[in-house]
């Protein structure tokens, strides 16, 4: 079993990703239907409540595909866990709350981590050292 635990960052990485393409996505193809979602200091920003789903929807379906593909891992780790936090500051306590929490942890785990041996940073990393070489 030892010999899978090299695995364990690349399924955490890619699951997460995932969710946030997953969420992302939705929210571009009907951002009417989350418009519910904004908190309510959302209708006094100087855009439409729309137009912020269609943001929030891009950032979470664009920093996932990051994820996904592990390229600049720790970076997109770190935003979508900043961003998962406001998230849980909103929602609170409840169901969605413990539900987000749990993705929360997840994405600051692999924002902490950094960059895995199956994604795009190890993949440049290694060329760059074998050009240097």
């Not at 989350?34 to 789903?53: D, F, N, R």
């Not at 595909?65 to 500051?89: D, E, F, Q």
Request: no cysteine; glycine share 10%.
């Amino acid at each position: 079993m030892h010999k899978m635990s090299k695995y364990a960052p690349v399924v955490l990485r890619v699951g997460v990703a995932l969710v946030f393409i997953w969420f992302g996505v939705e929210q571009l193809r009907d951002a009417e239907a989350w418009t519910g979602w904004l908190p309510s200091y959302a209708s006094a920003l100087p855009i439409s409540t729309l137009t912020l789903v269609y943001i929030n929807g891009a950032f979470e379906a664009i920093f996932g595909l990051l994820l996904l593909t592990g390229l600049y891992t720790r970076v997109a780790g770190t935003l979508l866990a900043l961003h998962m936090a406001h998230i849980l500051s909103v929602v609170g306590y409840g169901e969605i709350g413990v539900r987000d929490f749990g993705i929360f942890m997840a994405t600051l785990s692999v924002a902490l981590s950094g960059s895995d041996d199956f994604g795009l940073d190890a993949y440049f990393s290694k060329k760059k050292l074998k050009e240097v070489e």
